[in-house]
């Protein structure tokens, strides 16, 4: 396969996955519409280029990781009008199942050959290479590009057919949803109950109550959400993709729902930027909880 890689959208996650396609030893060519986007990513060795069409022409197999929707469909119809030989695409983006499919239909009535392969994990599993793919489309293909999985991630999984990738991470990240909000919860009850926030941290992560409690909790006793492993405002997308997958199969998802009113919620104060486990802020100030002064051991 070619050494050469294109990277569409070098935010979070793009950038992270170019980088270290540059350490495994891949040529990376990439663009994105944030200029700062551009510097960090040409800092870690990516050759930047003028446009989504430029790094299409530029590069045989190309990597799209997008989190705006409409910015997925613009760069599909701009690489599908520009008459480029065929290219394998592997669209990377968290999309409504809706979207992927239409997606992938742009591009393969173009000639090209495209892969559905959202990612499982957060910008800091990006950056140290600990990303689940959960790959779908044209089996050999996905063989053949073993070495830019392995280069991206610690696992890679088949899924089958084009677009099951999507119906596997809106199944994994309707729990995540649940667990963002359960987290938040239990750091606000504990807290309201007169325990020390980073000791309910260390306690809950000893035992068996998950991971995401772990990863996030300790932003919530720190009550600082910045850097966002996952922005609420990007959250959102995928809370509406999960929600229409749940519609389309006829899936009560009562739970779920139940937790998107506190997303909105946080959007609305202006958390939109933030984690999303800054969802403990809605909760601290439904249930009334004022934080006494940060802990000093």
Same mark, same amino acid.
């Given at each position: 396969m070619s050494k050469t890689i @294109? $990277? /569409?959208?070098? @935010?979070i996650m793009g950038g992270a996955m170019s980088r270290n396609l540059v350490k495994a030893g891949f040529s990376v060519v990439g663009y994105d519409v944030a200029a700062a986007a551009c510097e960090k990513a040409k800092a870690g060795g990516v050759e930047i280029l003028g446009s989504a069409v430029e790094v299409a022409r530029r590069a045989p197999v190309i990597m799209t990781s997008l989190a705006v929707t409409k910015a997925v469909y613009a760069t599909a119809e701009a690489i599908a009008a520009a008459g480029i030989e065929k290219r394998v695409i592997i669209e990377a983006s968290t999309l409504q199942l809706e979207d992927k499919l239409a997606v992938g239909e742009i591009l393969s009535k173009a000639g090209h050959t495209v892969l559905d392969c959202p990612m499982l994990g957060t910008g800091p599993h990006a950056e140290n290479r600990e990303l689940v793919v959960y790959a779908s489309g044209d089996t050999a293909t996905l063989a053949s590009l073993e070495p830019v999985f392995t280069a991206i991630g610690r696992k890679l999984f088949d899924m089958g057919a084009y677009g099951n990738g999507s119906r596997m991470k809106l199944v994994t990240n309707h729990l995540v949803a649940i667990y963002n909000v359960a987290s938040a919860e239990a750091m606000v009850l504990g807290m309201k109950a007169g325990l020390a926030p980073h000791r309910i941290v260390e306690v809950i992560s000893a035992g068996m !109550? @998950?991971? $995401?409690f772990e990863f996030r909790a300790p932003m919530v006793a720190n009550d600082r959400y910045e850097p966002p492993t996952m922005k609420i405002d990007v959250w959102q997308k995928d809370m509406a993709a999960i929600g229409a997958l749940g519609q389309s199969v006829g899936a009560p998802l009562t739970v779920f729902n139940s *937790?998107? %009113? /506190?997303?909105? %919620? %946080?959007q609305a104060a202006g958390q939109g930027g933030m984690d999303v486990i800054s969802t403990a802020r809605v909760l601290e100030r439904m !249930?009334?909880? $004022?934080?006494?002064?940060?802990? *000093?051991a």
């Amino acid at each position: 396969m070619s050494k050469t890689i @294109g $990277v /569409i959208g070098l @935010g979070i996650m793009g950038g992270a996955m170019s980088r270290n396609l540059v350490k495994a030893g891949f040529s990376v060519v990439g663009y994105d519409v944030a200029a700062a986007a551009c510097e960090k990513a040409k800092a870690g060795g990516v050759e930047i280029l003028g446009s989504a069409v430029e790094v299409a022409r530029r590069a045989p197999v190309i990597m799209t990781s997008l989190a705006v929707t409409k910015a997925v469909y613009a760069t599909a119809e701009a690489i599908a009008a520009a008459g480029i030989e065929k290219r394998v695409i592997i669209e990377a983006s968290t999309l409504q199942l809706e979207d992927k499919l239409a997606v992938g239909e742009i591009l393969s009535k173009a000639g090209h050959t495209v892969l559905d392969c959202p990612m499982l994990g957060t910008g800091p599993h990006a950056e140290n290479r600990e990303l689940v793919v959960y790959a779908s489309g044209d089996t050999a293909t996905l063989a053949s590009l073993e070495p830019v999985f392995t280069a991206i991630g610690r696992k890679l999984f088949d899924m089958g057919a084009y677009g099951n990738g999507s119906r596997m991470k809106l199944v994994t990240n309707h729990l995540v949803a649940i667990y963002n909000v359960a987290s938040a919860e239990a750091m606000v009850l504990g807290m309201k109950a007169g325990l020390a926030p980073h000791r309910i941290v260390e306690v809950i992560s000893a035992g068996m !109550s @998950g991971r $995401v409690f772990e990863f996030r909790a300790p932003m919530v006793a720190n009550d600082r959400y910045e850097p966002p492993t996952m922005k609420i405002d990007v959250w959102q997308k995928d809370m509406a993709a999960i929600g229409a997958l749940g519609q389309s199969v006829g899936a009560p998802l009562t739970v779920f729902n139940s *937790t998107r %009113a /506190i997303y909105d %919620a %946080a959007q609305a104060a202006g958390q939109g930027g933030m984690d999303v486990i800054s969802t403990a802020r809605v909760l601290e100030r439904m !249930s009334g909880f $004022v934080r006494r002064p940060p802990e *000093t051991a």
